[in-house]
C-alpha cells in the first residue's frame, strides 16, 4: 500500500465564516483529493454550510461556537469513523495552496512520517508573503521554544495546513485538548511525546483580509497558551506533573 489510490485520503475543513473563500479553497484542491472533504461548520453566520453542501461536500454543523479545536474534534473524529488513512487539515479561508496536497501525503504514503506540516518559514518568504513582522518574530521565537522543549527540529509550528496519519490520530489523545487555537500546539505535543515522526514540506504565505481572524491581543493571549502547553510538556517530561493527555492512548 503505497500509491494515493490505495489510501484514503480525507480532506478535513475547520469553517467560520468562509463564504467569500471556499471556493478558492476548493477550485485548488487537486481533483483526485476531491472524492473525501468534511467541512465541519462553526456556528457560521454567513452560509458557510449551504454553500458547502451546495459544493457537495460532507457538512457537519455545531449549532453553538465549539471553538477551532473543537472543530477539528469533530473533524477527526467523523474522518476515522469514514475509514480515512490520511488526514489533512486544510483552512477553507484560502491562506495555504491546496495544490500543494499531493506533496504533503506523499511522505506518509510512503511510510516515512506519522505527520507533515506545510512549513511557511521552509518556503523562505513569510514577509514577502504578506505576514506582519511581529507575526514573524512571535512564530520564530516560539518555535524556537518548541525545539528546544521537545529536542526535535521544526521550521514552524503555527502551520494550518498539516496531513496526519490514521496512527498519528488513533495514538494521540487529541479529544482530550483545548477547543481553542492551542489545539493545534497541544497536538504536536502528544505526538512528540509519542515519539511520532514529523515532516515538513515548503509552502508560501498568503495574508489578506480574510485569511486572519486573529487580532494582536489574541495573538499574544495565543502566544502564551502555547508556552503553556510546552511548560506542560516539561514537566510531563521531567516527570515532575503526570499529565495524562501527553501519553499514548
Ligand atoms: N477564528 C476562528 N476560526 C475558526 C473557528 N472555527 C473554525 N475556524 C476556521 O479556522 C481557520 C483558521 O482561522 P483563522 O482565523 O484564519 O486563523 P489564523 O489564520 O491562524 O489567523 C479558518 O479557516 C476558520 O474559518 C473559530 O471558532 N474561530
Ligand atoms: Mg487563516
Avoid at 494515493?4 to 476548493?26: G, M, Q, Y
Avoid at 453566520?45 to 457537519?60: F, M, S, W, Y
Amino acid at each position: 500500500m503505497n500509491n494515493i489510490n490505495e489510501k484514503k485520503i480525507v480532506l478535513c475543513l475547520p469553517a467560520r465564516n468562509v463564504s467569500k473563500t471556499l471556493h478558492l479553497t476548493l477550485d485548488e484542491i487537486p481533483e483526485e483529493f476531491k472524492k473525501h472533504i468534511i467541512l465541519v461548520d462553526n456556528a457560521s453566520h454567513d452560509g458557510t454550510p449551504q454553500l458547502a453542501r451546495e459544493a457537495g461536500l460532507k457538512v457537519i454543523e455545531h449549532e453553538v461556537d465549539r471553538g477551532y479545536g473543537g472543530s477539528q474534534k469533530t473533524l477527526y473524529t467523523t474522518a476515522l469513523a469514514d475509514g480515512a488513512d490520511i488526514v489533512v487539515m486544510l483552512h477553507p479561508d484560502h491562506q495555504y495552496d491546496a495544490k500543494v496536497i499531493p506533496t504533503l501525503v506523499k511522505p506518509i504514503i510512503l511510510g516515512e512520517a506519522d505527520a507533515v506540516f506545510g512549513s511557511r518559514m521552509l518556503g523562505g518568504h513569510p514577509l514577502e508573503g504578506g505576514m506582519p513582522v511581529w507575526k514573524y518574530n512571535a512564530n520564530i521565537f516560539l518555535t524556537a521554544a518548541a525545539n528546544l522543549v521537545f529536542q526535535r527540529y521544526l521550521t514552524e509550528i503555527h502551520s494550518g495546513f498539516r496531513a496526519y496519519s490514521r496512527k498519528y490520530l488513533e495514538t494521540v489523545q487529541f479529544e482530550k485538548n483545548s477547543n481553542n487555537f492551542v489545539f493545534d500546539t497541544e497536538i504536536i505535543a502528544q505526538g512528540m511525546s509519542c515519539k511520532l515522526f514529523f515532516r515538513e514540506v515548503p509552502i508560501v504565505t498568503r495574508y489578506f483580509p480574510e485569511a486572519s481572524s486573529i487580532n494582536f491581543r489574541h495573538s499574544v493571549v495565543y502566544g502564551f497558551g502555547i508556552l503553556g502547553v510546552l511548560v506542560r510538556y516539561m514537566l510531563h517530561k521531567m516527570k515532575i506533573r503526570h499529565i495524562a493527555h501527553f501519553e499514548a492512548k
